[in-house]
């Protein structure tokens, strides 16, 4: 199921990790697993893909992209305990950590 959201209204603080992974995919085409610092983080659950809209009205010009593609998942790495990430997909194929909700 896709939606389009601002951000999460159930959390208030995330850590911005913004940093380039390695995404697994499933058949389906939902992130499976990552690779963050060389550490695989499995996919627990359901992944809900979830888009933010640009303010293109805010800038001069024609925008290139309106919608950026989040996958809000919940994952572990090992037995770690499980946290809450979104994972950005970007317009040339690049997955990014973009949030640690914790």
């Given at each position: 199921?896709?939606?389009?959201?601002?951000?999460?209204?159930?959390?208030?603080?995330?850590?911005?990790?913004?940093?380039?992974?390695?995404?697994?995919?499933?058949?389906d085409?939902?992130?499976?697993?990552?690779?963050?610092d060389?550490?695989?983080?499995?996919?627990?659950?359901?992944?809900?893909?979830?888009?933010?809209?640009?303010?293109?009205?805010?800038?001069?010009?024609?925008?290139?992209?309106?919608?950026?593609?989040?996958?809000?998942?919940?994952?572990?790495?090992?037995?770690?305990?499980?946290?809450?990430?979104?994972?950005?997909?970007?317009?040339?194929?690049?997955?990014?950590?973009?949030?640690?909700?914790?």
């Amino acid at each position: 199921m896709t939606q389009i959201v601002d951000a999460p209204q159930f959390m208030d603080t995330a850590v911005i990790i913004d940093k380039t992974v390695q995404v697994e995919l499933s058949a389906d085409g939902d992130p499976r697993a990552f690779v963050w610092d060389r550490f695989e983080h499995t996919v627990i659950g359901q992944p809900q893909a979830v888009f933010t809209r640009t303010r293109w009205w805010e800038h001069t010009g024609t925008p290139t992209r309106i919608d950026t593609e989040l996958w809000r998942l919940d994952a572990a790495k090992g037995g770690e305990d499980q946290h809450r990430y979104d994972l950005r997909h970007d317009a040339d194929g690049t997955w990014v950590l973009a949030l640690d909700w914790g």
